[in-house]
Nanobody, 116 residues
Framework: QVQLVDSGGGLVQPGGSLRLSCAAS????????VSWVRQAPGKGLEWVSD????????YYADSVKGRFTISRDNAKNTVDLQMTSLKPEDTAVYYC?????????WGQGTQVTVSS
């Protein structure tokens, strides 16, 4: 059974940090490009970051560049998103997505709230 499980969200103060994790099972995770995508309240989906299959190439939205770091461990079938210097505008549900077209898998999402 294919599964992507997102975890690590929570409530954090502005300037704080969180580490999100995406755990995969049921498919050849190491062959998939992985992204983090977020959806703020009342808004559409926003791409946050990508990592290629081997983990050697990473990409970030301008809004998070320098603050977020994506990484993967193909031996453990996980992808993490380390988030630092969090801002209220980072508040959103964060989703992990694994792509190897035509197959696309989504995690269930994890809520991140940045508020004092």
């Amino acid at each position: 059974q294919v599964q992507l499980v997102d975890s690590g969200g929570g409530l954090v103060q502005p300037g704080g940090s969180l580490r999100l994790s995406c755990a995969a099972s049921g498919f050849t995770f190491s062959s998939y490009w992985v992204s983090w995508v977020r959806q703020a309240p009342g808004k559409g989906l926003e791409w946050v970051s990508d990592i290629n299959t081997g983990g050697g190439s990473t990409y970030y939205a301008d809004s998070v560049k320098g603050r977020f770091t994506i990484s993967r461990d193909n031996a453990k079938n996980t992808v993490d998103l380390q988030m630092t210097s969090l801002k209220p505008e980072d508040t959103a549900v964060y989703y992990c997505r694994a792509d190897r077209l035509p197959r696309v898998y989504w995690g269930q999402g994890t809520q991140v709230t940045v508020s004092s």
